[in-house]
């Protein structure tokens, strides 16, 4: 819980402060690399620390996540330019990227399904008060004290985690015989083609129109990049991101529901705040209010839902999270610039409490569904499938919002942000249709998942 405190604290506390750094250090053009930095260099780690704790054990590869945190956290502290601020982030990514699969990784080793249908929601607490926490924090260290702390506070909560990790969790790896070998080229191939594919959709309509050279060349790299990982995981002794995990029902249902949660949850939460201050005329405090139904459905939703699953099963509470999501998203179709807040953070909510149902017992399908030497790429896959889904998501609603603005004015917008409430409502209200046609896709995936997961026992 502490070290995923890490994570779900520095997710919400930035935010709040970007104005206060861009003040003390300038770039401002570079400021949105902040946040597309730490989510690419997180993404793109997550298979590869989840095959090392199958390989060397959950234990060792934690602390060495803490730690990378905990140092990019105190670089970030220390920078002294934007384009340092930037590098240091990535450090924290790194760090983050093993952080969060492996922490659930080791829930599942510790404790039964049954036991995480409590536990879950231990863990999911530590989400909620981070959504609550989180911005509170930001706001008073920027303004009270220096932007700095928001990074400096990560070095005290990092230290304990990483002591009780070392003092409490025993833990005996299952090698296999003979030493282990690492998949390097593929490692390689996955990393090369999953950062060309994530530049592109997170920089695609932003640093360069989606239709120019940049654009293809990196969608063109990607798909040649990934191609080759194919060939060679079919052929590797111990693959990184083995090809079983497409072909495991539990794993790849998980993998996809995980993708399309995320392509709602980040495509969401770029558009709700904007649409409340801009359309409706809040200020950014509501604004966060509304998104914050969102964060707070969420993990309200995973602390429930293990008792659900335990007496319906993986699959029907999937599908129950699903229709809430669908219905969630059909609320927000009846917004307009007429209506209040709490009409577009009701429907927030209700997509949290859905992606709740539906992320939770995902996770612990897929982690159950495979013996321990397996479940840590399990975990980090579903995970992957998540931030893949966040950077599609992203660039989907972009372009989707776009799309309508250029319509309407003859061109391109250079801003969203700046355009009139008359414009930029059509264009949003397109973002909640495209929304709510991927919420039937959460549908179909949950529909993936097997009737029966067979739970492998623990000491297997």
């Excluded at 005996?172 to 083609?193: E, H, I, K, N, S």
């Excluded at 499938?385 to 250029?406: K, L, P, Q, W, Y």
Aim: hydrophobic residues 55%.
């Amino acid at each position: 819980m502490l070290s995923t405190g890490l994570v779900a604290i520095d997710a919400t506390i930035l935010a709040a402060a970007v104005p206060a750094v861009v003040r003390d250090l300038g770039g401002l053009s570079q400021f949105p690399w902040l946040f597309s930095v730490y989510v690419l260099a997180q993404a793109v780690s997550i298979p590869v620390y989840g095959k090392l704790a199958d390989l060397v054990g959950r234990k060792p590869m934690l602390l060495v996540g803490i730690a990378l945190f905990v140092l990019g956290s105190l670089l970030c502290g220390l920078a002294w330019s934007m384009g340092a601020l930037v590098a240091f982030r990535a450090v924290q990514g790194i760090g983050a990227g093993a952080i969060q699969p492996i922490g659930m990784t080791v829930i599942g080793d510790i404790y039964s399904v049954a036991e995480r249908a409590t536990v879950q929601g231990y863990v999911a607490s530590v989400w909620a008060m981070a959504s609550l926490v989180g911005p509170t924090l930001g706001g008073v260290f920027s303004e009270y004290l220096s932007w700095r702390w928001i990074f400096f506070v990560n070095l005290p909560l990092g230290a304990v985690a990483a002591w009780m990790m070392w003092r409490r969790f025993a833990e005996t790896p299952r090698t296999r015989a003979g030493r282990p070998r690492f998949d390097v080229v593929g490692t390689a191939l996955l990393l090369l083609g999953t950062v060309a594919l994530l530049v592109a959709l997170l920089e695609g309509g932003v640093l360069w129109p989606w239709l120019s050279v940049p654009t293809a060349v990196l969608l063109a790299g990607a798909v040649v990049l990934l191609g080759a990982f194919v060939v060679v995981e079919r052929r590797a002794p111990e693959p990184v991101l083995p090809l079983w995990v497409f072909s495991q029902r539990a794993v790849s249902g998980a993998m996809a529901a995980s993708l399309v949660v995320g392509v709602l949850l980040l495509g969401l939460t770029s558009y709700v705040p904007l649409y409340a201050q801009a359309v409706l005329g809040t200020g950014a405090v509501v604004a966060g209010f509304a998104l914050a139904g969102m964060t707070v459905g969420w993990p309200i939703a995973a602390s429930t839902a293990g008792r659900l699953y335990l007496r319906i099963g993986f699959r029907r509470t999937m599908l129950l999270g699903s229709v809430v999501a669908v219905v969630g998203a059909a609320g927000l179709l009846l917004v307009d610039g007429d209506s209040s807040v709490l009409a577009l953070g009701v429907p927030c909510f209700v997509m949290g409490l859905g992606f709740g149902f539906v992320a939770s017992p995902s996770v612990v399908a897929a982690q159950s569904s495979v013996p321990w030497n397996q479940r840590g790429v399990a975990t980090s896959a579903t995970i992957f499938g998540r931030s893949i889904g966040s950077a599609v998501g992203v660039a989907a609603f972009g372009a989707v919002a776009n799309t309508v603005v250029a319509n309407r004015l003859g061109g391109p917008p250079s801003d969203l942000e700046s355009l009139p409430a008359d414009v930029l409502g059509p264009a949003l209200d397109t973002v909640w249709v495209a929304a709510a046609v991927v919420s039937l896709a959460l549908v179909a995936t949950a529909l993936v998942m097997p009737r029966e997961v067979r739970e492998v026992p623990l000491d297997h």
